[in-house]
T-cell receptor, first 111, second 115 residues
Framework: DADVTQTPRNRITKTGKRIMLECSQTKGHDRMYWYRQDPGLGLRLIYYSFDVKDINKGEISDGYSVSRQAQAKFSLSLESAIPNQTALYFC??????????FGPGTRLTVT | AQSVTQLDSQVPVFEEAPVELRCNYSSSVSVYLFWYVQYPNQGLQLLLKYLSGSTLVESINGFEAEFNKSQTSFHLRKPSVHISDTAEYFCAVSERHTGRRALTFGSGTRLQVQP
């Protein structure tokens, strides 16, 4: 089984809808991250969490919110989706400053 | 604040040729440096990292990168590429000595190995 899982893997939604992307990990790491990937822009950090009670905004947090339900679960919500939030979203985990482990990604399309 | 610049968005190369993917960073403090690789339809995985010590670091599949502090660079090289190296490569940086660390990624370089 994969160490970092994301659901759903693909989602098409309409403008104005609320949507939640979920991430679970079995690596036992305290640190979890949400990124979005856009062609030509690389990965940009949306939110990160260093433990269950420690949530931090990344460089592009506007329009997003997160919930750290447990050490193993970190969810990303779009309260009112808009087309420019169409992107590939990645969850990642890490132990300290070393390697980050990425999930397979969620491809989100907002029409 | 830190930033990463990958000047080449795409690098086409023939199989068995050498390749260099360029990465420059900007930071007001000392940094850790990373290269990640993303194969088609997959998430990112760590290729190699520089934390301290020798400025030349190597991966298990023949890539190497050298940390050059004076030029603020961390270029990735391979002397002979394979078709299977076709992927997108991301350089990333995080700051040392801060209690709260997250990676800043470059925009990526797509390596296209042709037969």
């Amino acid at each position: 089984d994969a160490d970092v899982t994301q659901t759903p893997r693909n989602r098409i939604t309409k403008t104005g809808k609320r949507i939640m992307l979920e991430c679970s990990q079995t690596k036992g790491h305290d640190r979890m991250y949400w990124y979005r990937q856009d062609p030509g822009l690389g990965l940009r950090l949306i939110y990160y969490s260093f433990d269950v009670k420690d949530i931090n905004k990344g460089e592009i947090s506007d329009g997003y919110s997160v919930s750290r339900q447990a050490q193993a679960k970190f969810s990303l919500s779009l309260e009112s989706a808009i087309p420019n939030q169409t992107a590939l979203y990645f969850c990642a985990t890490s132990e300290g400053i070393h390697e980050q482990y990425f999930g397979p990604g969620t491809r989100l399309t907002v029409t | 604040a830190q930033s990463v610049t990958q000047l080449d968005s795409q690098v086409p190369v023939f199989e068995e040729a050498p390749v260099e993917l360029r990465c420059n960073y900007s930071s007001s403090v000392s940094v850790y440096l990373f290269w990640y690789v993303q194969y088609p339809n997959q998430g990112l995985q760590l290729l190699l990292k520089y934390l301290s010590g020798s400025t030349l670091v190597e991966s298990i599949n023949g890539f190497e990168a050298e940390f050059n502090k004076s030029q603020t660079s961390f270029h990735l090289r391979k002397p002979s590429v394979h078709i299977s190296d076709t992927a997108e490569y991301f350089c990333a940086v995080s700051e040392r000595h801060t209690g709260r660390r997250a990676l800043t990624f470059g925009s990526g370089t797509r390596l296209q190995v042709q037969p």
